[in-house]
């Protein structure tokens, strides 16, 4: 069989432990073999982003840039224990902020949706989308406790006043009364900007007319009237100057709604929708969804920018303690599902920006190898503690076992 061929390369971002062994065999078994694969590899697994004092990764970013079409494994972001494990120059930053903040983009997290791992929620036919802004707000706010530590002598006068002050360039000042303490408390600054709300905007509008899903977006606009009204101004102003038309050429519907409406109307729903979320909201929410829909492990991620350019990956992270039992010769289970998706959304996407529907075929068909290996009943030990399947059904096995399933699967669709 003639091997499939590709155009432009796809930016290829290893990763760290045992996402990193999943990564080698998917490649090698998965892909490889049909596909001449076209990829410009960048190793950000930390002992390489190390040797690099972490140019790797903004090299990686920039290559995503300049192709539009990145596929990522998952990487350690260090911490203490890592600075002693991996004897680390520095405590390097996430990768993925590294990634998002070159790209400016917004991360979409949609869970795949499988016969025998089925919705905690029993209305929920297709997946929810979630779309979190990933810049600001907590994630960037100051913060005070009000009280004796205020001040170096360790001693407090109540009360204390406080406010949120802005000076302009020319030193002109606007004071805004926050509170009076007459006791201990905390106090809390945070901001956006409204250039990072609009490319939020646009890469919602923007996926979800490439996914064909309706658009949702929900915030808390009746209490916070000029932060939270902002974001939803911004977002009602895109959509009607620049999406409105599209949305309905393509039967879509945009709408906001405050989010205790939101949550209640997403979990009476059918799914099948885009859920656009600020920053924390997001946090809290895609974890929720994603555990609600079966598992982490079933969860893909996609880092859009606003100028189009696409980053896939898990939802999850290096699955630190199954590589420590693979390092020690012991048996593995782990799910490559969502890591499948990440390479056959990109190849996917590459194919449509490269008009090859050979390359769009194949990516479908491996997506379909892997959900239907699973409905057969052969999958991971973490799906297998969940399947609706009957038990006599199921078989659970090892990490390699899998893929080769899923390859034997994939042979007889090609
Ligand atoms: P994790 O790697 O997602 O794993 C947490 C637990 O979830 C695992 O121990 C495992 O449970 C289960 N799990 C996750 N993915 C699985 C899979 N594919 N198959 C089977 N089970 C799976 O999160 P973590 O342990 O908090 O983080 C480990 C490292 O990943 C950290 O260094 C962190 O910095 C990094 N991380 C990276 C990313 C990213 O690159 N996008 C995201 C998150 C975390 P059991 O052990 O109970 O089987
Ligand atoms: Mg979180």
């Not at 990522?72 to 260090?78: E, G, L, V």
Request: charged share 30%.
């Amino acid at each position: 069989m003639d091997k499939i061929q590709m155009k432009t390369p796809l930016v290829e971002m290893d990763g760290d432990e045992m996402t990193r062994i999943l990564w080698k065999m998917i490649r090698e078994e998965l892909i490889a073999p049909f596909v001449d694969l076209k990829t410009e590899y960048y190793d950000l697994g930390l002992t390489h982003r190390d040797e690099t004092d972490d140019a790797v990764t903004m090299d990686a970013a920039m290559a995503a840039k300049k192709y539009g079409v990145a596929v990522k494994c998952a990487t350690i972001t260090p911490n203490r224990a890592r600075m002693d494990e991996y004897h680390l120059k520095k405590m390097y930053k996430s990768p993925n902020g590294t990634i998002r903040a070159a790209l400016d983009g917004t991360v979409f997290r949609a869970p795949i949706v499988v016969s025998g791992i089925e919705p905690y929620v029993r209305t929920w036919k297709k997946p929810i989308v979630m779309a979190r802004h990933a810049y600001g707000d907590v994630y960037k706010g100051s913060e005070l406790h009000i009280g004796p530590e205020l001040y170096e002598e360790n001693t407090v006068s109540y009360p204390v006043r406080t406010f949120l002050l802005a000076e302009d360039a020319e030193g002109r000042r606007v004071r805004q009364e926050v509170h009076t303490f007459s006791g201990p408390g905390i106090l809390q600054g945070m901001h956006n900007t409204e250039k990072s709300i609009e490319s939020f905007a646009r890469s919602c509008f923007s996926y979800a007319l490439d996914q064909k899903l309706d658009l949702w977006f929900s915030a808390k606009d009746t209490i916070s009237k000029i932060y939270d009204g902002e974001f939803r101004e911004i977002f009602d102003r895109i959509y009607e100057e620049e999406y409105k038309e599209k949305f309905a050429q393509a039967g879509l519907t945009y709408f906001y709604t405050l989010i205790d409406d939101a949550v209640a109307r997403a979990i009476r729903s059918e799914g099948g929708f885009v859920w656009a979320l600020k920053n924390y909201d997001g946090d809290v929410m895609s974890d929720m969804m994603a555990t609600a829909f079966g598992s982490l492990a079933m969860m893909t991620s996609v880092l859009v920018s606003p100028d189009g350019c696409y980053e896939y990956e898990a939802a999850h992270g290096t699955v630190q303690r199954h590589y420590y039992k693979y390092q020690r010769g012991e048996k593995t289970s782990t799910n490559s599902v969502a890591t499948i998706f990440a390479w056959s959304g990109a190849l996917k996407k590459r194919a449509e920006l490269d008009e090859l529907p050979e390359l769009y075929a194949f990516g479908e068909k491996l997506e379909k190898a892997a959900l239907q290996t699973i409905a057969d009943g052969k999958m991971t030990g973490d799906l297998a503690a969940i399947t609706t399947l009957p038990k006599e059904s199921v078989r659970v096995l090892e990490s390699k076992e899998f893929i080769l399933a899923i390859r034997d699967e994939l042979i007889s669709l090609l």
